[in-house]
């Protein structure tokens, strides 16, 4: 069962680069990671998705070690409006014992 | 079409009522999701539907009952609720299985409440 544990809240300014950084100890081998971003009364969104080393799409990367344990979600030059919970999902539900579980979801604040 | 439609957006209900969450989606994705998601917490997977057949049931009460009646719609069935079943219901879809290499789209959600 892939628990994930991601911290509660970060704080950070304008035009900073943040990292939100995502623990999954049980992570099993069909196993990806992906990262939702969700305003509040929303539904989540899609920001990025891998599997093992690092992928980067044009909002955002994401690094993953190699024994896939953790992954950092990176924020590059965030703005007022990246003010929002990151929750980080891993799970394959259809793998015996297998969930589908968000992490508790880390609440960023942006300060000008 | 890359938006997934829920129905209503609020619902006050109260306890001996029965109810409907709609869910619309037009991207031709296979697997729908329906989530609870309590204030500050995350959301919690409830039920998939993959091809239109309930593939899993994350062992949710019997008065949440769910329908997929085609591939583009997914409901939610409410009856006799608790008041500690308010909270956001979303809905969401992927073309594929989630878990796997499947993004989900979500839904802005229905917010229930339970007198």
């Known amino acids: 069962l892939a628990k994930t544990t991601q911290p509660i809240s970060m704080d950070s300014y304008e035009g900073q680069e943040v990292n939100i950084t995502c623990s999954h100890n049980?992570?099993?081998?069909?196993?990806?990671i992906t990262w939702y971003q969700q305003f509040p009364s929303q539904g989540p969104r899609f920001i990025i998705q891998?599997?093992?080393t690092k992928v980067t799409n044009e909002v955002a990367s994401l690094f993953i070690p190699a024994d896939r344990k953790s992954s950092t979600l990176s924020l590059p030059r965030v703005s007022l409006s990246d003010t929002a919970v990151y929750y980080c999902?891993?799970?394959?539900?259809?793998?015996?014992?297998?969930?589908?579980?968000f992490g508790q979801g880390t609440e960023l604040s942006v300060k000008p | 079409d890359t938006e997934v439609t829920q129905t209503p957006k609020h619902l006050v209900m109260g306890m001996t009522n029965k109810k409907s969450l709609k869910c619309e989606q037009h991207?031709?994705?296979?697997?729908m999701y329906w989530y609870k998601q309590k204030a500050k917490k995350p959301p919690e997977l409830m039920f998939v539907?993959?091809?239109?057949?309930?593939?899993i049931n994350e062992s949710v009460p019997s008065r949440f009952s769910p329908e997929c009646p085609n591939s583009s719609l997914l409901n939610l069935h409410l009856h006799a609720l608790q008041p500690e079943d308010s909270a956001l219901y979303l809905c969401?879809?992927?073309?594929?299985?989630?878990?796997?290499?499947?993004?989900?789209?979500f839904g802005p959600g229905t917010r229930l409440t339970v007198l």
């Open positions: 991207m031709g994705h296979r697997a």
């Open positions: 049980n992570i099993a081998t069909n196993d990806y």
């Open positions: 891998g599997y093992k």
């Open positions: 999902l891993v799970g394959d539900p259809y793998n015996q014992g297998g969930k589908l579980i």
């Open positions: 969401a879809s992927s073309q594929g299985l989630a878990g796997g290499e499947n993004e989900q789209f």
């Open positions: 539907y993959s091809y239109e057949k309930l593939s």
